[in-house]
């Protein structure tokens, strides 16, 4: 027995010998059952390491993978916002930039290798513009209420038209006719609303800037109301604000913080200041104002009014000093010129603040078109940075048959410093556009820009580079022309850029929105 065991174990030993030689001739003579191939090391191309797009947009991304070895395998995609939200699994993406989108997102890109489970990857930054930005905001009236239309720049061309804006946003229409809009801030951090004015106080609307949804109305923005109060204008700055009212009377407002102009209401009393009488005393004497003056340099904190039934300008002082109604001072007008505190008998006809940058210092002045008691006009350019220091530059009469009492004035904002920008001023008269050199010397002959089919009704330049000035008209439509050299250079037919495709009601006023 002992025997059998020994040659049973034996014989174990000697079977497992051989499965283990085959085993290893088995695996030395294996040339091409198994492909043992390199890890493929990629990289991901044409894609910017960020993009600026608007709301609306649509953004397309077309990715180059290259490896470094020749391979063939699958590859899986994934496009996420910060590793995060997965929003695509292909390759290529068009992805439409939705009306929530934050201002700005990181997206990521993983591609993953199936076989090798190697993951490399790349990110850009997209940054996202308000829909209603860079381009011209128009007010107008259609079909017998107001109305909003946007003309956009997208990617250095004027590409898009919006048209019934408010009706999109909230299912409504407006309902009532329109007055004015007025961009305004909330201070330097903050973003950016628009004030439209209609004729029905309890109707005007203060919108969010960025998707021009309703936040407010004006009526909440007073404790007490006026009575009979229709609203003519409104003025907004850092620390206070003033609605005038078609009747001349002003109410204002201070501001608890420059950053939160909602934190104060009007006052439901108008404004008033103090003025000897006849006799030498102090007495109250209500404001009574036909206008604001824009587009200013508002630096030092005061805002222009003109007193049409004294034929004055008057100032309104902001920050610490505010509701200080002042007159303007002007240590000496030469002979002949037309004093800010008193025209006499010569009416305003048009005015517009005007500013440049000169070394990074905010500059401005102020420029009048007055009709003469003779009937000629002229046209006043005056220094205002300090109104307590008027300097009056200059008075030159116009020439030409151009000139009546509804034309309009628009003086292009230097914003890049002066000399640069555009050099000469626009007057609207009739149906046809004109301009003329404000700075020259000598008399003014207003040189024909661009003839309309019909009557121009508002315009407004792009602020800061001052290359485009868009223009509404009296019938619906609304032209786009260049400013610039280019534009001077040309000929009518070489000037004009774009005309809206559809009608939007006749144009009441234009605002330019910056890009954000």
Request: net charge negative.
């Amino acid at each position: 027995d002992s025997n059998r065991l020994i040659m049973n174990v034996m014989k174990k030993i000697l079977i497992l010998c051989l499965v283990m030689a085959w085993s290893i001739t088995g695996c030395y003579e294996d040339k091409g059952d198994y492909d043992y191939r390199n890890l493929a090391e990629g990289t991901i191309g044409n894609v910017n390491g960020s993009y600026h797009v608007s709301v609306g947009d649509t953004l397309i991304i077309e990715p180059e993978i290259v490896f470094d070895v020749e391979t063939k395998v699958g590859l899986k995609y994934e496009w996420s916002v910060e590793l995060d939200s997965v929003f695509s699994r292909e390759k290529n993406i068009e992805y439409i930039i939705p009306l929530d989108a934050p201002e700005q997102m990181k997206w990521v890109l993983q591609v993953t290798d199936t076989l090798s489970g190697l993951t490399f990857m790349t990110q850009t930054m997209v940054r996202v513009s308000s829909l209603y930005s860079d381009g011209f905001l128009i007010l107008s009236e259609k079909n017998g209420v107001s109305s909003l239309s946007f003309l956009k720049r997208v990617k250095g061309e004027w590409a898009r038209c919006i048209y019934d804006i408010y009706e999109g946003i909230e299912g409504v229409s407006l309902d009532g006719k329109p007055v004015q809009i007025h961009l305004h801030d909330l201070g330097n951090q903050t973003d950016e609303h628009i004030m439209l004015l209609q004729d029905d106080f309890y109707k005007c609307l203060d919108l969010d800037g960025a998707n021009l949804e309703k936040s407010l109305e004006l009526s909440k923005e007073f404790q007490v109301i006026p009575e009979n109060v229709r609203p003519k204008q409104v003025f907004f700055d850092d620390w206070y604000s003033f609605l005038l009212a078609e009747d001349g009377r002003v109410f204002g407002r201070k501001n608890f913080s420059s950053e939160a102009f909602h934190t104060g209401y009007f006052s439901q009393y108008p404004m008033v200041y103090m003025e000897p009488d006849a006799v030498g005393e102090e007495v109250a004497h209500q404001l009574n104002a036909d206008r604001f003056v824009y587009d200013m340099n508002t630096e030092n904190g005061y805002v222009f009014v003109y007193e049409k039934e004294r034929k004055r300008f008057l100032y309104i002082r902001g920050a610490s000093s505010y509701g200080t109604i002042g007159e303007p001072k002007c240590a000496g007008y030469p002979n002949g010129f037309i004093p800010m505190d008193n025209l006499g008998n010569n009416e305003l006809i048009a005015t517009s603040g005007y500013w440049w940058n000169d070394y990074y210092i905010p500059a401005g002045g102020l420029y009048n078109i007055i009709k003469r008691a003779d009937g000629t006009y002229v046209g006043q350019m005056l220094l205002t940075d300090d109104p307590e220091d008027i300097v009056a530059e200059s008075q030159r009469e116009f020439k030409g048959d151009m000139m009546n009492d509804n034309i309009l004035l628009l003086i292009p904002d230097n914003g890049r410093g002066r000399g640069f920008g555009c050099p000469y001023a626009f007057i609207a008269s009739g149906n046809v556009l004109y301009y003329f050199g404000k700075d020259a010397e000598g008399e003014i002959v207003p040189e024909r820009y661009y003839s309309f089919p019909a009557e121009i009704k508002a315009m407004e330049d792009e602020f800061y580079a001052n290359e485009y000035l868009c223009v509404g008209l009296a019938n619906g439509e609304v032209y786009l022309l260049k400013i610039n050299s280019e534009g001077f250079a040309s000929d009518e037919a070489g000037r004009l850029v774009m005309k809206m495709d559809q009608n939007v009601g006749m144009v009441k006023q234009i605002i330019h929105k910056a890009a954000e």
